[in-house]
Every structure is written in structure tokens, then in C-alpha cells.
């Protein structure tokens, strides 16, 4: 069976729901192997091996975390050279995609985007890809090369599928070129207690409508255990932080359920969200350009709207 690469995404050696993802697309593709950069593989040992990985490649070299992308690219086309994998997956997060882009270059291989679906097919691998910020779907597949693909987060249910998990370790030589952008500081994300945004199964946001006070929405996201997000119009107005816009200028997510409340529906706003499977709207304006896209829509006011469904949510889990 052919070799299918999985760029592991990982916060401190704890793997990310799209690289479990990930593992569970590759299987439909060939035996997946992870690629796991960093020292911490003894706390995603276990959750790779439970998710498929046959093998674990791991790349520990202080200078995958002192530079940018640039040595993960380099070390990942070195390893696609050595093992001649049927495909390579990455998740579709801002640093997956640049690394996909860097690997295809150096490759010589095509790569695809934003996919939403990846199947095994004639050619090789067919994906459907999300274009045109999410008003189409367009069946692709990459006719030279080594297939990359970049995958959006909840495009598969992970499924557990215990594998041996093997550990590898992989030693590259890096150029100097590849260390020519040096990180000089960074610092943790903080923490808010809920899934991370572009990840979660359930996104529940805020708009104009909200007037600037989010506690509803908070309340209402937390009795479902949901991510919170914010339209362009919030953050503009200071109500909440840009890293939890969603939209054209903010994160795209692509979630299970999706919940707008006081989003009037701008372009901007939807070509972030109108991919997630089931939309809900929350708007007093029944004219309000949102309701074109949602699958069910509550005309109401969301501070009453919201604190009733709350408290039934929470009635029916107790």
C-alpha cells in the first residue's frame, strides 16, 4: 500500500482535530505517516498511532521552531525525495498552505487548496475544492508530480483506526537559505476555554446587532460548546478582538453549525463562514440579506432570542 505523508499540526505536542483529520482522509489514499516536527512526540505518539499512523517521522531540530516556514518546507521535500509518497496532506491553516506552496515548487508538484473533499480517484487523488471565497465547489486534481493538498478543517469526522505508530527520527540538512528568516519573539495565544475558531464543530457569532455587548452570544456558545466569532462591523467597532473575525479580512471557518446573530449578511461576512454545512440566523430585520443563505432563521431580537435558547440548552443537557 502507498505511503500517504500527514503534516502533523500540534500546540506543545498535542495534536490538532484537523491532523486526526487528516489521518482519517489519508486512509481512503494509502497508510498514512506523520511528519511531526518538534521534541514533544511522546505526548502525539499515542493520539497518531490511535488515528492510523503507521509510521512517525519526526524532525527534531531546534531550527524548525527558531525560523519561520522555510526549513519545514526544505525537510519536507527532502523526506518526500526519500520516500516517494503517494500524496502529501497539510492542514489548510497559514502556515500549512505556505508550506505546501514552498514543497511544490521545490518538487516540481501541483498543488491544491481549500479542499473540502479528498477521494481516491483514476488520477490518482480527486479533491473538491471551495473557490471563489466559497460560492462554488470545483472537482480538481493534480496532474504532475507528488499531489499536496491542503485541507480545510471539518472537512472529515476524524475516525480511530490504532495503527502501529512507529517512531522514526529523520535528520535533514538544512541550507542556509532556509535560515535566512529568523523568529525573534513570539508569545502563547491566550487561552479562552473554548475550541479553537477555524477548528470548532459549532461557531456561534456576533454583529452589529449585538450593540456591542457579547454576553448572550458567550453564554449561548458555551451551552453548546462552541467557538465564538465576530462580523467585520464588531470588530471595527471595538467589541471584540480582530482574531476572532470572521469574513473576506478575517478567518474563513467551515463548521459543522454556524449561528449568526445580528449579522446583517455583507459578502464580506459570508465569503468567511457560507461553507459550514448548517447555518442559523438570528436577525430582527427579516429583510436582512443573511436569511438568502441560512438553512432555518429566527427573526428576533437576539438578547431575548438568545438567553431562552440558552436556558433550554442547558435544561436539556441537565
Given at each position: 500500500?502507498?505511503?500517504?505523508?500527514?503534516?502533523?499540526?500540534?500546540?506543545?505536542?498535542?495534536?490538532?482535530?484537523?491532523?486526526?483529520?487528516?489521518?482519517?482522509?489519508?486512509?481512503?489514499?494509502?497508510?498514512?505517516?506523520?511528519?511531526?516536527?518538534?521534541?514533544?512526540?511522546?505526548?502525539?505518539?499515542?493520539?497518531?498511532?490511535?488515528?492510523?499512523?503507521?509510521?512517525?517521522?519526526?524532525?527534531?531540530?531546534?531550527?524548525?521552531?527558531?525560523?519561520?516556514?522555510?526549513?519545514?518546507?526544505?525537510?519536507?521535500?527532502?523526506?518526500?525525495?526519500?520516500?516517494?509518497?503517494?500524496?502529501?496532506?497539510?492542514?489548510?491553516?497559514?502556515?500549512?498552505?505556505?508550506?505546501?506552496?514552498?514543497?511544490?515548487?521545490?518538487?516540481?508538484?501541483?498543488?491544491?487548496?481549500?479542499?473540502?473533499?479528498?477521494?481516491?480517484?483514476?488520477?490518482?487523488?480527486?479533491?473538491?475544492?471551495?473557490?471563489?471565497?466559497?460560492?462554488?465547489?470545483?472537482?480538481?486534481?493534480?496532474?504532475?508530480?507528488?499531489?499536496?493538498?491542503?485541507?480545510?478543517?471539518?472537512?472529515?469526522?476524524?475516525?480511530?483506526?490504532?495503527?502501529?505508530?512507529?517512531?522514526?527520527?529523520?535528520?535533514?540538512?538544512?541550507?542556509?537559505?532556509?535560515?535566512?528568516?529568523?523568529?525573534?519573539?513570539?508569545?502563547?495565544?491566550?487561552?479562552?476555554?473554548?475550541?479553537?475558531?477555524?477548528?470548532?464543530?459549532?461557531?456561534?457569532?456576533?454583529?452589529?446587532?449585538?450593540?456591542?455587548?457579547?454576553?448572550?452570544?458567550?453564554?449561548?456558545?458555551?451551552s453548546l460548546g462552541a467557538?465564538?466569532?465576530?462580523?467585520?462591523?464588531?470588530?471595527?467597532?471595538?467589541?471584540?478582538?480582530?482574531?476572532?473575525?470572521?469574513?473576506?479580512?478575517?478567518?474563513?471557518v467551515a463548521p459543522q453549525?454556524?449561528?449568526?446573530?445580528?449579522?446583517?449578511?455583507?459578502?464580506?461576512?459570508?465569503?468567511?463562514?457560507?461553507?459550514?454545512?448548517?447555518?442559523?440566523?438570528?436577525?430582527?430585520?427579516?429583510?436582512?440579506?443573511?436569511?438568502?443563505?441560512?438553512?432555518?432563521?429566527?427573526?428576533?431580537?437576539?438578547?431575548?432570542?438568545?438567553?431562552?435558547?440558552?436556558?433550554?440548552?442547558?435544561?436539556?443537557?441537565?
Amino acid at each position: 500500500m502507498s505511503e500517504v505523508l500527514v503534516l502533523v499540526d500540534h500546540v506543545d505536542g498535542k495534536v490538532t482535530k484537523p491532523t486526526l483529520e487528516l489521518l482519517t482522509i489519508a486512509r481512503r489514499l494509502g497508510e498514512p505517516s506523520a511528519v511531526f516536527f518538534g521534541s514533544q512526540i511522546g505526548a502525539a505518539k499515542d493520539s497518531l498511532a490511535e488515528y492510523g499512523a503507521a509510521k512517525i517521522y519526526q524532525l527534531d531540530d531546534a531550527a524548525y521552531g527558531e525560523y519561520l516556514v522555510a526549513p519545514k518546507a526544505e525537510a519536507l521535500a527532502q523526506l518526500v525525495a526519500d520516500k516517494a509518497p503517494a500524496a502529501v496532506l497539510v492542514p489548510s491553516t497559514v502556515e500549512g498552505k505556505e508550506i505546501g506552496g514552498r514543497l511544490s515548487i521545490k518538487i516540481e508538484s501541483g498543488l491544491i487548496t481549500d479542499a473540502v473533499d479528498v477521494q481516491a480517484g483514476d488520477g490518482g487523488v480527486a479533491t473538491t475544492q471551495s473557490v471563489f471565497a466559497g460560492n462554488f465547489k470545483v472537482q480538481a486534481n493534480v496532474t504532475k508530480g507528488t499531489p499536496i493538498v491542503a485541507v480545510k478543517p471539518n472537512s472529515a469526522a476524524p475516525e480511530a483506526a490504532p495503527a502501529a505508530g512507529v517512531v522514526e527520527a529523520v535528520t535533514v540538512a538544512l541550507s542556509d537559505i532556509a535560515k535566512s528568516a529568523k523568529i525573534t519573539s513570539s508569545k502563547p495565544r491566550e487561552s479562552t476555554g473554548r475550541p479553537e475558531l477555524t477548528e470548532a464543530a459549532i461557531v456561534v457569532s456576533g454583529g452589529r446587532g449585538t450593540s456591542g455587548d457579547f454576553s448572550e452570544v458567550e453564554a449561548f456558545a458555551d451551552s453548546l460548546g462552541a467557538a465564538v466569532g465576530a462580523s467585520r462591523a464588531a470588530v471595527d467597532s471595538g467589541w471584540y478582538p480582530h482574531s476572532f473575525q470572521i469574513g473576506q479580512t478575517g478567518k474563513t471557518v467551515a463548521p459543522q453549525l454556524y449561528v449568526a446573530n445580528g449579522i446583517s449578511g455583507a459578502i464580506q461576512h459570508r465569503a468567511g463562514m457560507q461553507t459550514s454545512k448548517t447555518i442559523i440566523a438570528v436577525n430582527k430585520d427579516d429583510e436582512a440579506p443573511i436569511f438568502e443563505l441560512v438553512d432555518f432563521g429566527v427573526v428576533g431580537d437576539l438578547k431575548v432570542v438568545l438567553p431562552q435558547a440558552t436556558a433550554e440548552i442547558v435544561k436539556r443537557k441537565g
